[in-house]
């Protein structure tokens, strides 16, 4: 039990130490910055993490009574269903209203044309001209 208790402490207090290190905000990590603490606890796996837990973070409050937990939890993503979302219910009706402009252009251009092969049409037929082309005397 004990040589088991010689492998699973360092271990232990390696992964303990690399999740503080990750959770600390980077204005609280002193003396390096967290992306070389965070290479001291892996490659150091005995020392790195004392040190970390020894001189790397700031152990007292930070300015302005923060707290970590405090930080994590202002900054926090709120998701919200689309159905609940109401920037995203007034984009739809927007594209809704988009689309339904240019459909009503698109019907008027329809019709115009439409007219216009119906005049064309009967100004072909009134002047006997039809499909035959014009006719000689």
């Known amino acids: 039990m004990l040589r088991a208790l010689m492998y699973i402490l360092p271990i232990a207090l390696t992964i303990y130490a690399f999740i503080d290190c990750l959770n600390t905000p980077e204005d609280e990590a002193r003396h390096l910055p967290k992306v070389a603490w965070v290479f001291i606890i892996l490659l150091f796996w005995i ?3 004392v040190v970390w837990l020894a001189a790397g973070k700031a152990r007292r409050a930070p300015a302005g009574g923060r707290t970590p937990g405090e930080w994590h939890r202002n900054h926090r993503t709120e998701w919200v ?4 979302n109401p920037e995203f219910l007034k984009s739809l009706r927007e594209e809704n209203e988009k689309d339904e402009s240019l459909l009503k252009d ?11 092969l119906k005049r064309r049409e009967r100004d072909d037929d009134g002047t006997g001209k039809g499909d035959e082309g014009p006719k000689r005397p």
């Open 106 to 116: 698109w019907e008027a251009d329809l019709r115009r044309r439409e007219e216009e």
């Open 47 to 49: 020392v790195g993490p």
């Open 81 to 84: 269903a689309p159905d609940d």
